[in-house]
């Protein structure tokens, strides 16, 4: 079974520009998030999606940040204009359902901003 | 609000020395607890989980992590480190309900290094 798979493994920018992120999760799994995690932290929840639909996106920066899950399946995350903080790892994970279910986590994207 | 205290976030054994990862959590109700490692430029990869049934559980890579409501304690521990267990470890507590539902909890993480 493949895992997670997520692109690009590590991305370069200037600050202001726009970025995005893309997240395939495992065939059959419902449930995907994409987790923040900065330098000697552990990852923070940004959003979740229960198929398309987002069911928890309270920790996502709505003034720059935004997601989309259209078919239920791979996910787009994207940072415009991106700021010098927001340089972290973003990770996707998935699990079957939300309920006790492990959550697998893909390689995750590191981003510089400069 | 649920929360995770991982205290150390350094921790430094010698090749056959026992592991000690200490993890307190914070729950208003009966917490889910998990462990992941990660290892350099990887996504995180599960150890173990408590779901509350036994209180000892038994993970991969001998790993064990006892649960101690007593104490609001779940740590991580392993007889005989080897060099292949140096990674950072992170503490996990799962939402019970609401929309945080299924969110996950974690903790500042815990680099292991493992000396020969």
């Known amino acids: 079974e493949a895992g997670v798979v997520q692109s690009p493994r590590y991305k370069i920018i200037e600050k202001k520009q726009p970025v995005a992120f893309w997240c395939n999760p495992i065939?059959?799994?419902?449930?995907l998030y994409w987790y923040l995690q900065n330098l000697g932290q552990g990852p923070e929840l940004l959003i979740r999606?229960?198929?398309?639909?987002?069911?928890?996106d309270s920790q996502l920066p709505k003034d720059r940040f935004s997601a989309e899950r259209l078919k239920g399946v791979d996910s787009t995350l994207k940072i415009q204009p991106a700021e010098l903080g927001d340089s972290a790892v973003y990770l996707c994970?998935?699990?079957?359902?939300?309920?006790?279910?492990?959550?697998?986590f893909g390689p995750g994207t590191r981003l510089t901003v400069l | 609000a649920q929360s995770v205290t991982q205290l150390g976030s350094h921790v430094s054994v010698s090749e056959g020395a026992l592991v000690l990862l200490r993890c307190n959590y914070s729950?208003?109700?009966?917490?889910?607890l998990f462990w992941y490692v990660q290892y350099p430029n990887q996504g995180l990869q599960l150890l173990l989980k408590?779901?509350?049934?036994?209180?000892l559980v038994k993970g991969i890579n001998g790993f064990e992590a006892e649960f101690k409501k007593s104490e609001t304690s779940f740590h991580l521990t392993k007889p005989s480190a080897h060099m292949s267990d140096a990674a950072e470890y992170f503490c996990?507590?799962?939402?019970?309900?609401?929309?945080?539902?299924?969110?996950?909890?974690f903790g500042q993480g815990t680099i292991l290094t493992v000396h020969p």
């Open positions: 065939s059959g799994h419902n449930t």
């Open positions: 729950s208003s109700v009966p917490p889910y």
């Open positions: 996990a507590v799962r939402s019970a309900g609401g929309t945080s539902y299924g969110k996950l909890t």
């Open positions: 994970a998935s699990s079957r359902a939300a309920s006790g279910n492990e959550q697998f």
């Open positions: 999606y229960e198929n398309e639909e987002a069911v928890d």
């Open positions: 408590y779901t509350s049934a036994a209180t």
